[in-house]
């Protein structure tokens, strides 16, 4: 019988050794290739967009590789802390390769190989996209098992809301949602910068109502106020409270506001409604007469051309039968028509109250 060299047999069982050296993930059975194929994908575009100068300018870049339940829990300094904390481990981001991607009870784990050892990264699909599901593992710190953070009906976080209104892809309604969230003094920096750089006229028109509701004020939201019955649709698809309170919105600055003239805009609106959104639009001039009737009556001078055919005065006609006067119209013409005004505004005001007399 032969016998093995000593050095021999210690090199084979040193390489059984190394062979039988086993992952503490090797338990759990390996997820789909094409899954697999998504973390991979993952893990590469995250670790180059962290590495890519344009995320030292801005961090929230990295925000799309994680979950929905990430950027709705997670705090926003706390976010960037921790990415910017990574990305200061060059050397050894560059040194992690992908090992494998498991499936846990608790999800997907993808499965990471280093110098420091391995780590399994909690991950999640959604849509067509792995995301990373917790914000701890998938920073670097892997001291202790991570697991996915749980669903939770907190309200969203303003990191979840900046990431949303950058997502040209997602729902029209949750963008302009997230828009009309950023109404907050602090905020007013993101929504001038967004204003220049979101496309969707849905969305540009919440970051204006964010503007509104801060200062009271601003131009883009009349300038780009749909006035046609296919974006007043829209607009109200994407999120029907919201729209209802842009109307209220137009209705009240067209009383007050003079450059540019919102009581045009909201002739221009009421005369573009579709058929059913002509009573709320009735209302919403109705108001505006009421509430600013100097702004009524130059808005008539200056638009209509004839009172029997004009769309706005139809739908203002509409909404003053059913009140039965104009209180304070009506008074304002009186006015106007007897001891005050020149012989032009006299003739607008007797013009104005002759039509009303005839649609009573």
């Known amino acids: 019988m032969h016998r093995l060299p000593t050095v021999l047999m210690a090199s084979a069982v040193l390489l059984g050794l190394l062979g039988c050296t086993k992952s503490k993930f090797d338990k759990f059975p390996d997820a789909a290739p094409a899954e697999r194929q998504l973390a991979e994908k993952l893990w590469a575009d995250y670790a180059q967009a962290i590495l890519d100068p344009v995320f030292g300018k801005d961090?929230?870049?990295?925000?799309?590789f994680f979950s929905r339940q990430v950027l709705l829990q997670v705090d926003e300094a706390e976010f960037v802390k921790r990415l910017q904390n990574f990305a200061k481990r060059r050397a050894a981001l560059e040194g992690i390769q992908v090992k494998g991607l498991k499936s846990t009870p608790d999800g997907l784990l993808l499965v990471l190989d280093s110098k420091a050892g391995e780590a399994g990264l909690p991950v999640v699909k959604e849509g067509e996209a792995m995301r990373f599901s917790e914000i701890t593992a998938s920073t670097g710190d892997w001291n202790s098992p991570a697991k996915a953070l749980p669903a939770s009906a907190a309200e969203p976080s303003?990191?979840?809301?900046?990431?949303?209104?950058?997502?040209?892809?997602?729902?029209?309604?949750?963008?302009?949602?997230?828009?009309?969230?950023?109404?907050?003094s602090r905020e007013r920096g993101v929504i001038v910068a967004s204003q220049k750089t979101v496309q969707n006229p849905v969305v540009r028109l919440g970051l204006g109502l964010a503007r509104v509701k801060l200062d009271g004020f601003d131009e883009s939201f009349l300038k780009n106020f749909p006035t046609d019955a296919e974006?007043?649709?829209?607009?109200?698809?994407?999120?029907g409270a919201i729209f209802e309170e842009m109307i209220t919105k137009v209705s009240n600055m067209g009383a007050m506001v003079e450059d540019p003239p919102a009581n045009e805009v909201m002739f221009r609106v009421?005369?573009?409604?579709?058929?059913?959104?002509?009573?709320r639009?009735?209302?919403?001039?109705?108001?505006?007469?009421?509430?600013?009737?100097?702004?009524?009556a130059n808005a008539f001078k200056n638009l209509v051309k004839d009172p029997k055919t004009d769309p706005a005065l139809a739908v203002y006609a509409e909404e003053f039968r059913q009140r039965k006067q104009a209180p304070k119209l009506e008074a304002f013409l009186r006015k106007f028509t007897s001891s005050e005004g020149g012989p032009e505004e006299q003739k607008l005001c007797r013009s104005i109250l002759g039509w009303l007399q005839k649609i009573r």
């Open 231 to 239: 974006g007043l649709r829209a607009l109200q698809r994407a999120d």
């Open 59 to 64: 961090p929230l870049v990295a925000a799309r």
């Open 270 to 279: 009421a005369a573009g409604a579709p058929p059913e959104m002509r009573g």
């Open 281 to 296: 639009m009735g209302r919403a001039l109705y108001d505006m007469a009421e509430l600013g009737p100097h702004r009524f």
């Open 158 to 184: 303003l990191l979840s809301v900046k990431v949303l209104l950058r997502d040209e892809t997602a729902d029209v309604g949750e963008r302009l949602r997230a828009a009309v969230a950023l109404a907050q």
